[in-house]
């Protein structure tokens, strides 16, 4: 059967990419369809054929999933912020446990381990480790405590906001300025910003020209504090009529506003330089007892529900009894750090933004912890730096890199401190396990699994990793 672009065949899915698309054969080749759905039957359209594989859009779903559910948002399809609203809760959970699980079988090489429910199977293999239940949330909905959103004309000439399409730089509108994954404040906040640019005739900025003003409107909220922070990302060195919006926001109940200046011509969202409008230039927030300071650039988790858990399942897997010395290698703002030092005699923490440094002391004084000292550089220079010049060890590693996993410098001073354990906080489980098969050639061997949704919607999930060295 030969398949033409645009032609439409039917096809049935039976399995899910790492992004969520649904995965279907026709005659030994590969389809990948976006928005469908493992047990769906279909028929699709092709977009784009490869040698061996080739994208299709969903037109039509002829016998639906038996996990298939309604989107709650209008755009959820076309939007590129969500890419599971049309798969149950429950099924999203079971596909991110799997997911974790495949690669960590398929990429790290771990023969040993196995899904929760198959402890039987497991009984039979010497050293089997068996994962823990992924920890999921009760209400996946409005958990974001920060947005981004792009800013652009809508259809009626006026600026709005949005989402970029999957794979594109085309904006999808957000249908009456509410995304259902954020906080409710934002639709308001929104408002305020966008009226206050129609008014003043601020343009939206267009990536073709590298013209208009306001590029990203960034809202963060405290969910402990209730505080709001909006910074407008802008090209250009100041906002005109700033001090009416400030105004406009203060009344709003926003606490932080500031400018964020970005004149690249870039994909980055975030300028270096922050100028600061109303307010101390951060919103604080509390996760497990501690405090923080977060500022426009801090990195800091978007989910605090899901943060305090991935954390504490973090510490547990430390499992720390006050007399070791913790590394805590990528640390943002010291939020793992903070967790870790309540339980080490020592922990230091490495990252490379200044600002996410300087707010991770200040978060260290405002709690009143002093058994944490914090470098500012990438973790593949510090580390080996205080290694091999300071001559410091440690009996525990902790890791949360980006997406791209730790770096080959960094790993390779991990194996020479030989600390006795390392615990792993991944947001990609494909690099996860391609540094975890590293680590287990060195005698790191895993021990403890689980995975922890903090992106409901998404195809996203982290994962926490406890390896031990055994030789």
């Not at 919006?245 to 932080?256: D, F, I, M, Q, Y």
């Not at 405002?366 to 944490?372: C, K, M, S, T, Y």
Request: overall charge neutral; hydrophobic content about 40%; charged content about 25%.
């Amino acid at each position: 059967m030969e398949i033409k672009k645009n032609d439409k065949f039917i096809v049935t899915i039976e399995d899910m990419g790492e992004d969520g698309s649904g995965i279907g054969k026709i005659d030994g080749y590969i389809w990948l369809v976006k928005d469908g759905l493992i047990g769906d039957v279909i028929e699709a359209s092709a977009m784009k054929m490869k040698k061996n594989y080739g994208f299709a859009r969903l037109v039509r779903v002829i016998e639906p999933a038996p996990g298939r559910v309604e989107a709650r948002c209008p755009v959820a399809r076309s939007c590129g912020g969500c890419q599971m609203q049309e798969l149950s809760y429950e099924e999203q959970l079971k596909f991110k446990e799997k997911k974790v699980y495949n690669h960590l079988k398929r990429i790290g090489g771990l023969e040993y381990l196995f899904l929760p429910g198959q402890e039987k199977e497991a009984e039979a293999v010497d050293g089997a480790v068996v994962m823990e239940p992924i920890i999921g949330m009760e209400q996946p909905w409005r958990y974001r405590n920060k947005a981004q959103y792009p800013i652009g004309p809508g259809k009626d000439g006026l600026p709005t906001a949005g989402f970029y399409a999957g794979r594109t730089h085309a904006l999808v509108p957000i249908p009456e300025l509410d995304c259902v994954l954020g906080c409710e404040e934002n639709q308001r906040l929104l408002k305020v910003v966008l009226d206050f640019m129609a008014e003043y005739h601020l343009k939206p900025y267009m990536e073709e020209s590298h013209r208009g003003l306001v590029r990203h409107v960034l809202l963060r909220k405290g969910y402990a504090s209730g505080e709001l922070m909006v910074c407008l990302v802008i090209n250009g060195d100041q906002l005109p009529h700033a001090d009416v919006l400030t105004k406009r926001l203060e009344k709003a109940g926003v606490s932080s506003v500031s400018l964020s200046v970005n004149k690249e011509k870039t994909n980055v969202i975030m300028g270096d330089k922050i100028i600061n409008l109303h307010g101390p230039g951060y919103i604080t927030d509390c996760i497990g007892g501690i405090e923080y300071r977060i500022s426009p650039l801090s990195f800091y988790q978007v989910n605090p529900v899901q943060t305090e858990r991935l954390y504490h399942t973090a510490l547990e897997f430390a499992d720390l009894h006050g007399d070791e010395t913790v590394w805590d290698l990528y640390c943002g703002i010291g939020t793992i750090s903070s967790f870790l030092a309540k339980k080490a005699r020592k922990v230091y923490g490495v990252e490379i933004i200044p600002q996410a440094i300087e707010d991770a002391r200040e978060n260290a004084k405002r709690n009143g912890i002093e058994n944490v000292e914090f470098f500012v550089g990438k973790a593949e220079e510090v580390l080996p730096e205080q290694y091999e010049k300071n001559h410091v060890h440690a009996d525990v590693i902790v890791v949360d890199p980006p997406r791209k996993g730790c770096d080959a410098v960094c790993l390779d001073t991990i194996i020479k401190m030989k600390p006795k354990k390392v615990v792993y906080v991944s947001c990609d489980s494909s690099t996860l396990a391609r540094d975890v098969k590293v680590l287990g050639e060195h005698g790191y061997m895993v021990e403890r699994v689980r995975a922890v949704d903090m992106f409901p919607m998404s195809g996203h999930v982290e994962t926490v990793v406890l390896l031990v060295k055994k030789r």
